[in-house]
């Protein structure tokens, strides 16, 4: 089965900095990978998704690349604020109708 | 619009009680996802429906658990006899298209449910 491995669980970086998330994947290439953002006590929101053919995506502060030889997506949040604090999920789907598989997220403190 | 409506948010109950769990998603929207969040496993999926009519429930844990789509707008998750490792939370999720179509998936607040 699929398995998705996101780096450690907490990640601290100063605000201002660039925060780097990992999301590492065995077995199948997915054909595609969502990124979500989930604040305490609520459920996650969608971000951004990437293609498999696809090498980056960017929105606003945020770029995901993917790297299929890799088998792994980068997430970056630039310029990062202490609002940027919460957990960030990766999901892929490998074809199909098959259904998003998530990682068990990272989770992202900026500190001011 | 208001989202996906989930009911309760927050449910404490006995072992070996019953437990029903609601949801609403978002108008228009043909799939319903059903995730269970711990700690431990992170985020794992149900079960979930395509034009009300279940896909793939294998990934509810055992008999115990049951979900429901009476139609487009409504869906259960019931667990009975409840037992405290169900203790998580439990989102309701809703997309337009297939459960592998190039669409996000809308959260909703989630039910945190404890069982004693």
């Known amino acids: 089965s699929q398995k998705i491995e996101q780096n450690s669980e907490a990640l601290n970086i100063q605000e201002g900095k660039t925060a780097t998330l990992t999301c590492n994947y065995t077995?199948?290439?997915?054909?595609?990978l969502q990124w979500y953002r989930q604040d305490p006590g609520r459920g996650p929101v969608f971000l951004l998704l990437?293609?498999?053919?696809?090498k980056e995506k960017r929105k606003e502060r945020l770029k995901v690349t993917f790297d299929t030889t890799l088998k792994q997506s980068l997430f970056h949040i630039t310029a990062s604020q202490p609002a940027d604090s919460a957990t960030y999920l990766c999901?892929?789907?490998?074809?199909?109708?098959?259904?998003?598989?998530f990682g068990k997220g990272t989770r992202l403190s900026v500190i001011a | 619009d208001a989202g996906v409506i989930q009911s309760p948010r927050h449910e404490v109950t006995e072992m070996g009680q019953e437990v029903t769990l609601r949801c609403k998603p978002i108008s228009g929207h043909n799939s319903l996802f059903w995730y269970r969040q711990t700690m431990m496993r992170g985020l794992e999926l149900l079960i979930y429906?395509?034009?009300?009519?279940?896909?793939?429930d294998s990934g509810m844990p055992e008999d115990r658990f049951s979900a429901k789509m009476p139609n487009a707008s409504f869906s259960t998750l019931k667990i009975q006899p409840s037992e405290p490792r169900d203790s998580a939370v439990y989102f309701c999720?809703?997309?337009?298209?297939?459960?592998?179509?190039?669409?996000?998936?809308?959260f909703g607040p989630g039910t945190r449910l404890t069982v004693l």
């Open positions: 990437i293609r498999e053919n696809e």
């Open positions: 429906f395509n034009n009300n009519v279940p896909i793939d």
């Open positions: 999720a809703s997309s337009s298209g297939l459960a592998g179509a190039y669409n996000e998936q809308f």
């Open positions: 999901a892929l789907v490998i074809s199909g109708n098959t259904p998003l598989v």
């Open positions: 077995n199948y290439s997915p054909a595609y």
